[in-house]
């Protein structure tokens, strides 16, 4: 079955420094999604993305964080200058068009920001 | 914004019995989730209800779409190790447009656990 990819697992960097978080999508998919869910936490949503723009990002998803489709088939979230406060999990998900249609989650990046 | 409130936050089962969660919110959503959260995983999609009233099953697990559009319960039968982990309930609410796309809302999750 096919499923969406994340890398890296788990990521350590220093507070300050710029992270860049991969996904891959699963392949017919066009709608594309970052979460994140600190420990112990609800999953919370961050950005959605369409038709190579910004369809809606929530309050978390301030100027540091950035999305990017690079390619037709990664997906990326980046964040510029990482703060403690970025230490989560995040999760990338793909959902399809038409009705009916829900996201599939990969396995997310753990990130520690030391 | 929307807050979904989920219950309860943990439960303990023991092999064999029947398990059930809800989860209930403010506002109305025309989609209910129920995603499973295995540790160091990403959610996996259990169930997915998209019409007030539905009722749909997958293998042991039951979930329904409250006719209010502002309630969903998971139920699981007959439950066996395998079922621990932590259960979210998600909504989503309709785009104008696009039918797909629009975020989901998470519950705070119920952590289902075994029975010492």
């Known amino acids: 079955e096919p499923e969406v990819t994340q890398t890296p697992s788990h990521q350590v960097t220093q507070m300050g420094q710029e992270v860049i978080l991969r996904c891959v999508p699963i392949s017919n998919h066009l709608y594309f999604y970052w979460y994140r869910q600190i420990l112990g936490q609800k999953v919370e949503f961050l950005v959605s993305?369409?038709?190579?723009?910004?369809?809606?990002k929530s309050e978390i998803f301030d100027d540091q964080f950035s999305v990017e489709r690079p390619d037709g088939s990664n997906f990326t979230l980046k964040i510029r200058s990482t703060k403690l406060e970025d230490s989560a999990m995040y999760f990338c998900?793909?959902?399809?068009?038409?009705?009916?249609?829900?996201?599939?989650f990969g396995d997310g990046t753990r990130l520690s920001i030391l | 914004g929307q807050q979904l409130n989920q219950s309860p936050q943990s439960m303990f089962i023991q092999e064999g019995e029947d398990v059930s969660m809800n989860c209930t919110s403010s506002?109305?959503?025309?989609?209910w989730l129920w995603y499973k959260q295995d540790p160091g995983e990403g959610p996996v999609l259990l169930i997915a209800l998209y019409k007030a009233g539905e009722l749909t099953s997958n293998g042991r697990l039951t979930a329904q779409f409250g006719i209010t559009r502002k309630d969903s319960f998971l139920n699981i039968s007959a439950s066996i190790p395998s079922d621990v982990g932590i259960y979210f309930c998600?909504?989503?609410?309709?785009?104008?447009?696009?039918?797909?796309?629009?975020?989901?809302?998470f519950g705070g999750g119920t952590r289902v656990l075994v029975k010492p």
């Open positions: 998900a793909s959902s399809g068009t038409g009705l009916n249609q829900p996201q599939h």
């Open positions: 506002s109305i959503f025309n989609t």
């Open positions: 993305f369409y038709n190579n723009e910004i369809s809606e």
């Open positions: 998600a909504g989503q609410l309709p785009l104008p447009i696009k039918a797909a796309g629009n975020k989901l809302t």
